[in-house]
């Protein structure tokens, strides 16, 4: 995902139900479609979107998935393409701003390296990509449609577990389809 590809963050708000019913039966990854080029990292929209991608990355190493989730979805919904508002996601999740400013200072570079290759790895070039058991997946372009990512998950099991009989509601959502 790209932080602030618009429809990175409509597939992130759309992923939350399917992952909030499933987290514990998944292994679930996130990482972000930079390039980096010595000390240097770029990313589609600019070096603010650089700035919130490591944040972020650094968000779900310290806190962990549900924390990281409570960040983004803020950041998704009120913090514009600029990241200006971050510090409010943060104190809305109950994390700590300099801590996570500490992180992307020392470990920042790293992350995002770390981000490049995974996504290199996976042939995720566009934001939104979604990866299940190394088969790229078109449901996630269905923005909105929490179930359609829930199926496409529950799909990929051996055996479903029980929660995959959960019909999820639609997610509020609004606008073209498409990626970054």
């Given at each position: 995902?790209?932080?602030?590809?618009?429809?990175?963050?409509?597939?992130?708000?759309?992923?939350?139900?399917?992952?909030n019913l499933?987290?514990?039966?998944?292994?679930?990854?996130?990482?972000?479609?930079?390039?980096?080029?010595?000390?240097?990292?770029?990313?589609?929209?600019g070096?603010?979107?650089?700035?919130?991608?490591?944040?972020?990355?650094?968000?779900?190493?310290?806190?962990?998935?549900?924390?990281?989730?409570?960040?983004?979805?803020?950041?998704?919904?009120?913090?514009?393409?600029?990241g200006s508002?971050?510090?409010?996601?943060?104190?809305?999740?109950?994390?700590?701003?300099?801590?996570?400013?500490?992180?992307?200072?020392?470990?920042?570079?790293?992350l995002?390296?770390?981000?490049?290759?995974?996504?290199?790895s996976a042939?995720?070039?566009g934001?939104?990509?979604?990866?299940?058991?190394?088969v790229?997946?078109s449901?996630v372009y269905?923005?909105?449609n929490?179930d359609?990512?829930?199926q496409?998950?529950?799909?990929?099991?051996?055996?479903?577990?029980?929660?995959?009989?959960?019909?999820?509601q639609?997610?509020?959502d609004?606008?073209?389809?498409?990626?970054?």
């Open positions: 995902v790209m932080s602030f590809c618009p429809y990175g963050n409509r597939g992130e708000n759309t992923m939350v139900p399917a992952y499933l987290k514990d039966k998944i292994d679930f990854n996130v990482y972000y479609i930079v390039s980096v080029s010595w000390n240097t990292v770029n990313s589609l929209h070096q603010p979107e650089v700035d919130e991608n490591e944040r972020e990355a650094c968000v779900l190493k310290d806190y962990g998935f549900d924390a990281w989730w409570k960040f983004i979805v803020y950041v998704n919904n009120n913090c514009g393409s600029d508002c971050w510090k409010d996601a943060a104190k809305s999740a109950n994390l700590d701003s300099n801590k996570i400013q500490s992180c992307v200072s020392s470990e920042g570079l790293n995002m390296k770390e981000s490049q290759a995974a996504s290199n042939g995720a070039s934001s939104p990509t979604l990866i299940i058991n190394g790229q997946s449901s269905q923005y909105g929490a359609a990512y829930k496409a998950i529950c799909s990929a099991f051996n055996t479903a577990p029980t929660e995959c009989s959960t019909q999820l639609a997610v509020a609004s606008g073209a389809t498409g990626s970054c």
